[in-house]
């Protein structure tokens, strides 16, 4: 008895392991491909803020507002996304110098991005913040609340410059808290698996113990037979 039941508690243990490393897995792979999700939505939703911002300029359209010179071998010209993600900090810095214009809002970019990342089925809570580049301190957020001590996925995007020369820049954070979303479910399924499993294991437990006292009693009962019959005998 003893045996089986160090053999079941040893497979109940290997299959919590083995949970808890495909999880961990899960987590891993949910991480990095919520990170390049993150990242060119990011890309496409500060463009596209900045393209709002020259298409208010009151010129006609068509009209040429700004030449942006970049290297003919530089990485720029060798990718069109990157390119665009460069020209239009460049563009953000012109706007503020050249045409007054006011620096981007943090809230129509973090509207912009969620928009942009519930077409590609990301899940989560959004948080742009604008920071000094050179010294790293956050200078505002889009959201009052704080995620940073939430118990959760955790993914910053890279950073845009809004005024290079100013060193101002801003960057976005996902979060995605355990008991929501994806990273909920994830994670009741997960529960739901190892109670399951130790469930098994409980009653498997209770049936060995009821097992055993009932194998005693007959026992027992077989002693007094014995004692019995050599008493008759």
Do not use: W
């Not at 912009?112 to 989560?124: A, H, I, N, Q, T």
């Not at 006292?213 to 026992?219: C, K, S, V, Y």
């Amino acid at each position: 008895m003893k045996v089986k039941t160090t053999i079941l508690l040893v497979a109940c243990a290997l299959v919590v392991l083995f949970q808890g490393v495909g999880a961990g897995y899960a987590y891993h792979t949910l991480k990095e491909k919520t990170g390049v999700a993150l990242k060119a939505s990011f890309r496409k939703a500060f463009d596209t803020m900045v393209d709002e911002q020259v298409n208010a300029l009151p010129y006609p359209d068509g009209t040429v507002t700004h030449l942006i010179y970049t290297p003919a071998d530089s990485i720029y010209q060798q990718d069109e996304e990157l390119f665009s993600f460069y020209t239009s900090q460049q563009t953000s810095a012109i706007l503020q110098d050249v045409y007054g214009r006011p620096e981007m809002s943090l809230d129509s970019l973090r509207l912009r991005l969620e928009s942009e990342l519930r077409y590609d089925g990301v899940e989560g809570e959004v948080i742009v913040r604008k920071f000094d580049a050179r010294t790293g301190q956050t200078l505002q957020r889009s959201a009052e609340g704080s995620y940073e001590h939430i118990s959760g996925l955790h993914v910053s995007s890279e950073s845009a410059y809004l005024h290079e020369a100013r060193g101002i820049a801003v960057e976005a954070q996902l979060v995605q808290p355990f008991y929501k979303g994806y990273m909920g479910r994830m994670l009741g399924f997960y529960v739901a698996t190892l109670l399951l499993a130790l469930a098994v294991v409980i009653s498997f437990l209770a049936r060995m113990r009821r097992l055993r006292r009932e194998q005693a009693a007959i026992d027992e009962q077989r002693r007094e037979f014995y004692f019995q019959a050599k008493e008759m005998e």
